[in-house]
């Protein structure tokens, strides 16, 4: 009875976020009986919310010598290994946690990210469509079928996961990163009209959002309306002024609108900053727009 309130109280310690009171409680129960699994499983639990991941991981594996088919050790220790990157490992635990709980949505499509993590297309995709034979619709299956076929560059497959997550959420809550990569869907696809409305979608909720206002400034670059672009550039730099590759945007908006003027000032900045080719082109096209043929020449061959 006292191993059980004190495992009790060390998981709801974990819950209020009070990890000494969690690992204190977790050690008296290992005083009382040496090696319990309750004991050394809530320790890996408290190593793994600080992110102490390899401690954990000594934690996890002890109890799975004492008890191999601790399915909540055998789940931290797949989470660590995930975290720290170790997929392949990962997914070597998670299938053994799935001889005893093959049923697991949540550890299907855990093994089904990992696998996308280390480019196995076939396998994650099969994983992540048993998911959805289990449970239509599943938000995280759905998720990853989009980042899976978005990274393998088959961006319409990818729309077609992503949209169908937004179709079964309400618009103003769904989560503003399915907003954006269906916009950037419709960027690859070079459907830009089709796609801003998703990032003004996701700009109306977060006004800074960087990646929908990246993707509002390259889709209407991509639709040559260059005065409508360089206003979101702008929009960037107003929150981070030196990042380079935006100031050559912004330059390159300016030029292709024919402010050479103010599309120097945009080069300049980012040339100042670090060396960038595109900067350096932008210069010497700009020459060339100008009829300066000698130094656009020059420039280009210093290039």
């Not at 601790?70 to 797949?78: D, I, M, P, S, V």
């Not at 093994?111 to 599943?138: G, P, Q, T």
């Not at 990163?177 to 916009?183: D, E, H």
Request: proline residues 1%.
């Amino acid at each position: 009875n006292k191993i059980s309130d004190l495992s009790k109280k060390g998981y709801q310690l974990i819950k209020e976020n009070d990890i000494e009171g969690a690992k204190a409680a977790f050690n008296s129960i290992l005083e009382i009986e040496e090696n319990n699994n309750y004991a050394l499983v809530g320790l890996g639990d408290t190593e793994r919310k600080q992110n102490h991941f390899n401690d954990a991981i000594a934690f996890y594996k002890k109890c799975l010598e004492f008890y191999p088919s601790n399915n909540y050790a055998l789940f931290g220790l797949a989470d660590c290994y995930k975290a720290l990157n170790l997929y392949s490992k990962a997914i070597d635990i998670w299938q053994q946690y799935l001889q005893h709980d093959d049923k697991n949505i949540t550890v299907i499509t855990r093994v089904a990210d990992a696998y996308r993590k280390i480019h196995d297309f076939k396998k994650s995709k099969e994983l992540y469509l048993k998911v959805l034979e289990m449970e239509k619709d599943n938000a995280y299956a759905l998720i990853g079928l989009g980042h899976l076929n978005y990274d393998f560059k088959e961006y319409k497959e990818a729309l077609y996961y992503w949209s169908r997550v937004f179709e079964i959420n309400n618009p103003q809550t769904v989560d503003i990163r399915v907003l954006t990569s269906i916009g950037n869907c419709h960027r690859k696809l070079k459907t830009f009209d089709q796609g801003t409305k998703y990032f003004e979608m996701a700009l109306e909720r977060e006004p800074n959002n960087f990646y929908a206002l990246f993707g509002l400034a390259d889709s209407y670059r991509g639709m040559n309306q260059q005065n409508k672009s360089v206003f979101y550039w702008n929009k960037i730099l107003e929150i981070d002024p030196n990042n380079k590759v935006i100031l050559t945007r912004a330059g390159d908006a300016y030029r292709t609108s024919g402010n050479f003027e103010e599309a120097k000032k945009y080069y300049g900045k980012a040339l100042e900053i670090d060396f960038d080719v595109y900067a350096a082109i932008g210069l010497a096209l700009i020459c060339r727009g100008e009829g300066n043929y000698n130094e656009a020449i020059s420039r280009l061959g210093n290039l």
